[in-house]
């Protein structure tokens, strides 16, 4: 299972974060400084993973975004580490070849795009097509208009 | 219809994706949000942020409390909340309007909404309950978004207790026309699994619906489901191995849709859900396992593609091949697999590989020779993490021939670490094989020490107790003995003549305490210059008081002599007056034992035996106190948790649902008696638990006597192999000495080495010769599970008969016959053809090539509905296992005094040509005694008869007065043992070995039983007075509703008679709608039910002082009543 996903920057700005156990505030603040310090450390030709407590860190970077993944022991890491390229995916197919402003201006987005393909430390679904079309029929509605019909008629 | 959707649907992106980031660069450019972000960057420092952030925040504030806020600007009040948030600043009044706004705004207000209230609040916040309402609204609702979004805030987060509300309408979902909304409600009602278990007990047959469900999406959200249950009990969902495996075939075989692949590899999610659901059932099965092979020999073929997922793919089926009942062929395959991992140049793949390696080599520790010249480059990696992994590796091949190298390897890392986690699970390790295999005293007693100063104050706390526990229970050999501690006080003398600064507390500790007790054995040490050393010790200013009562204690066993007494008198006066009262009494204590030798004579004797200790733990000593201070007028002892739900109840918020509400009635059970003492005083039984616990602690650490080698390339290794095995051990037994220069062993551990090497190479060969020296006798080793008798030097004296080292000497005699349990399973059990017929047939109904719909569809029929007929065939021979042994043996018959109890049916166990083992399991007034019959057929007698057993929630204990020791030829016997529940759970699991001699041959026997907690439910007669102050007492409650039985006029008081007949309740009393019933655990251990019937349903409400007791004996009630 799945602990938290973070997003930061090659700076160590947080971008998103997203936790599936429920920590305290001080627990979170102290997991973020952790990953930022320890991933922006690492040297490069190391492998993507880390060990941290009980957990294991999974992290790889996307141009200047940092991906880090928090699973627990028993997990597969490359598995892991393919749910992290799986959301990149996602993210690049919404938004169109992707990059680290569109998440920092609509990263509510971004947590519409997760939500639908994990949900409480678990891979939800993994058709890139189903998360999209999902997606936008959600988003459908905001463009548009709120006539209940139409949604219906959306999903057919 | 649903066509012309999909068309617009798939036309949708493209003007959506374009629409959508327009729109984005629209709205980054004017939105506050945008300004917000771009004020953001543009500041210079930390402060400027937290300024332009307060600011913000507070203008946040007024707009989100002001009544004029449209919703769609609340919605973008809410985005910038949630921005905040994310760099860390609080924003908690902005928690309760997402709550607002997921509750009033439109669709997309909503939406945003529920997105903030995931971010904000936490699974336990109590504004949580709030959102109850809304999510009811949402579920019920036509707007087939609404439901979405509402099922996935509740599988990402809700109040547990709110569970009951809503599982009606999830539920309902689970029938849904469309694949999303069914999809989402199997992953909530999994999030409801994990939270509690028991509530969703009776929704398992859908969960199989799910399982069958056409739509591939729905199928795998509910692996989810089902992985859980699986770990939870295996046993309970064999026959559905033949379904997971069919569909593994599918997906494999790529019959999913494209849209499942990922980069080519059809659905490897769902692949790697279904290996490990497969790992788990194929374990110690082999009926199970069989009809895996074929499938996953197909995976391993099929992963040719170099691709990170392939490999992960892979790593799966590996640990799937090596947990399952093991195949040759498939052993074979996957070994080369690992190969390729650990060779490989991407560093990914090599950790993974480390890490598959670990895992293998647990059954196969002859892996290890073939890639030693890898693992020795990993040690060596410029990546820590790689490192860390060889060293894992390593502690898996330990043996008494290379534990000084892998301890020094493991040192120098530790030496290099700085993450603390590492250090103290790296340092527990190192403890753990040098206490096992450590060479000689010299070496043991520096690496601890090592260990002591490298590990600090984090190290675990059971290091420390089991190094003194080792030291002063010793070991057979008392000369040892003696040299051991004496060589513990040298080194700790030298020590402390050193540096002492530095040391850790719990160092500090160590050495006051060996010192203390066994400085006396030095003859030639005077007792005043360890004192002075001693307290010198005191003087350290970082030095924390729990180490100075140590170094206190340690005097006061030290001071004899002129010298030492007035050393003693001067640290009392220091001390006499400390503000720690623990000090000071110990310092009173070294006083008063200084001046009187005759007394410390009597309370210190010098050679102290390791005789137990009898602790009173329920301070009986103390009764006549406590009546007397209650006389006086003191107010009676509260356990904690009752004071605890006092107070609770002072301030609790009633956090029922109305309609589902269990009111207590209160007035009906009489408070009066509730703090008499003389109840079930929770304190007696809580340091009772304490006790279990530590000692459980002591004895947790892993026993790997040897890295035991089960599995070989031919299969199950049966434990009596070879003999010429065996004299090879001895005859290069000079090996074995850990003193040995490295180059000595070379020659014989690896022939792989290249003749003419240069120098680094050569430095590479000697290590690996060190390290993997144990490894090429590895099968003789662990076949005897020890190399000879002085390998293991410290090993601990026998304490039980069944205690693991005990019956380690015996497995040594072993003579090479074949006459494996196992094997005979293998070769000559007529029922194994038999029960597989009916799988195999099953096997070819199934359509090769098929539509994916069809092949889902199919799925469905081949096993999952309940109706169907494919369980059968795991029927069928289950029912031939027990009649089997019918034919052969006659005679099973009760003992006499245990004639008129309730017991189970007689069930075998295991048999074989020559034994035969069955079990029943009697429910005796205050306890369950489990019979076990044993039938010899051969024509020899049996003897050495030994029983053991492990299970960790019951307490076995013989109880026959004579225990047996033999059978005759073709003679039964029989044997009592009485077990007791040390935790609760809905099932027990015993897993039993015989071991015996027969024809003067060592042999050994696997069973396992199983039996339901509902056979130790006994019922408990009490009032209802006593009822209504036990009710207050008792902490671990548990509440549900249930379904009522209606056979005649008064539904309740039926449903209460099943339970009463079917489980032993007592029905304590009915009134009106209410009824309350009570029992026990056989040892006394209560628990109440309070039921009440409240709309058609039977709300029930269990509570007990034993933790786990109310849900597994819910669950029981739930069955009973089901079954009705």
Known sequence: MMRFLLLFSRQGKLRLQKWYTPLTEREKKKIIRDMTTMVLARQPRSCNFIHWKDLKIIYKRYASLYFCLGVEREENELLALEVIHRYVELLDKYFGNVCELDIIFNFEKAYFILDEFLIGGEVQETSKQTINRCIENSDMLQEDDNNEWYEVELFG | MSDVVEKTLTALPSLLSLDSQTVATKLSSTSKLGALIRGITELRSKHEEEKLIQRELASLKDQVSSPHTSMRQMKEAMVRAIYCEMLGYEASFSYIHAIKLAQQGSILDKRVGYLAVCLFLKENHELLLLLVNTVLKDLQSTNLIEVCMALTVVSQMFPKDMIPAILPLVEEKLNHSKEIIRRKAVLALYKFYVMAPNQVQHIHNKFRKALCDKDPGVMFASLHIYLQMIKDNPEGYKDLTGSFVTILKQVVSGKLPMDFNYHTVPAPWLQIQLLRILSILGKNDKHSSEIMYEVLDESLKRAEINHNITYAILYECVKCIYTIYPNSDLHEKAAKCIGNFVISSKINLKYLGLKALTFVIQQDPKLALQHQMTIIECLDHPDILIKRETLELLFRITNAQNVTVIVEKMLEFLHQSKDDYTTIDLVGKVAEIAEKYAPENKWFIETMNTVFSLGGDMIQADIPNSFLKLLSEGFDNEEENKKLRLFAVDSYVSLLEGETRKLPQRFLQVIAWVLGEYSHLRTDLDPAKVMTLLSKLLDIRQISSETKTWVLMAMTKLCSGEASISKAQSVCEDYRSSSDTVLRQRAHELQLLSQDPALRGQLLPLHRGSETLEVDFSLSFLDAFVSEALAAGAAPYKPPHQRHEELAQEKALSLEPYELSLPINMSSYSVSGRQSPTLMSGSSGLSGDSTELSAKGSS???????????????????????????????????????????????????????????????????????????LSLQTSVCLMGQPEPT?????????????????????????????????????????????????????????????????????????????????????????????????????????????????????????????????????????????????????????????????EQLQVSLSSERPLHEILKHSNAVCEYSLTVHAPAIHFQMVGTLSYESSSQSREMEFSYKLPLSSFIRPLVISTEQYGTHWLDFSNDTKQNLALVSEGQDPLTDTLNILKRKLGLHVVEVIGLEGIAACRLAQDQPCLLHCRVNAGTLAVWLRSPVPKLPDCLLYHCQRVLEET
Not at chain 2, 815 to 821: C, Y
Not at chain 2, 838 to 849: G, K, M
Not at chain 2, 869 to 884: D, M
């Open chain 2, 791 to 951: 390998a293991q030097r410290f090993r601990r004296k026998a304490k039980t008969p069944n205690s693991s080292s005990s019956a380690l000497p015996e497995r040594v005699s072993v003579a090479p016959v074949p006459t494996s349990s196992v094997d005979n399973m293998l070769s000559h059990d007529p029922l194994e053809a038999t029960s597989m017929l009916p799988e195999v047939t099953h096997e070819t109904i199934l359509p090769p090539n098929t539509e994916v719909n069809a092949l889902l569809i199919d799925t469905a029929n081949s096993s999952p509905s309940p109706s169907n007929g494919v369980e059968i065939p795991f029927e069928t021979s289950e029912n031939e296992i027990a009649k089997t042994p019918k034919h052969e043996c006659p005679v099973r018959s009760l003992p006499p005094d245990l004639l008129g109890l309730p017991h189970t049916k007689i069930t075998s166990l295991c048999s074989s040509q020559t034994l035969d083992v069955s079990a029943c399991h009697v429910e005796k007034d205050d306890s369950v005694s489990l019979l076990i019959f044993t039938s010899n057929l051969s024509d020899s007698d049996m003897e050495n008869i030994h029983f053991s057993f492990s299970t």
């Open chain 2, 700 to 774: 947790a650490t892993l026993k790997l006597e040897g890295v035991k080698r089960v599995w070989g390339k031919e299969g199950y290794l049966s434990k009596e192999d070879p003999v010429e095995e065996v004299a090879q051990v001895e005859t290069l037994s000079p090996l074995s000495s850990p003193n040995q220069p490295p180059g000595a062993g070379r020659t014989l551990s690896n022939a792989a080495a290249p003749s003419e090497t240069p120098e680094p190479q050569q430095e590479k060969l000697q290590l690996a010769s060190s390290l993997f020296v144990g």
